[in-house]
Nanobody
């Protein structure tokens, strides 16, 4: 089991940047693929990015490349999501989740979820 906690969300203006963090305290954290998803009001949860146990293994959702970058620090038991050039369409609750096995972009394959952090981008 692993418990995840997101942080770093907030209210920003269009064009700003944010870095979200997903932290765990369990040593088992290093064994999981960690993914970021987001969910806007009234919409489905969408895959943003994921990083494997090998930090160079990364996958991104359709809208993420070029603006979003995922990274992982095993020593700190933390995964980061750097988000640049934010737009109002990026407004959502951002969740991180842990995957033991399955498809990285499929939310239903992730076993453990954090409570989420709100990101609001004003125009």
């Amino acid at each position: 089991q692993v418990r995840l906690v997101e942080s770093g969300g907030g209210l920003v203006q269009a064009g700003d940047s944010l870095r979200l963090s997903c932290a765990a305290s369990e040593e088992s954290f290093s064994r999981y693929v960690i993914g970021w998803f987001r969910q806007a009001p009234g919409k489905e949860r969408v895959f943003v990015a994921a990083v494997g146990t090998k930090v160079r293994d990364k996958r991104y959702g359709a809208f993420a490349p070029g603006r979003f970058t995922i990274s992982r620090d095993h020593a700190m038991k933390t995964v980061y999501l750097q988000m640049n050039t934010l737009t109002p369409e990026d407004t959502a609750i951002y969740y991180c989740a842990a995957l033991e096995a399955g498809t990285w972009a499929q939310s239903y394959d992730y076993r453990y979820w954090g409570p989420g952090t709100q990101v609001t981008v004003s125009s």
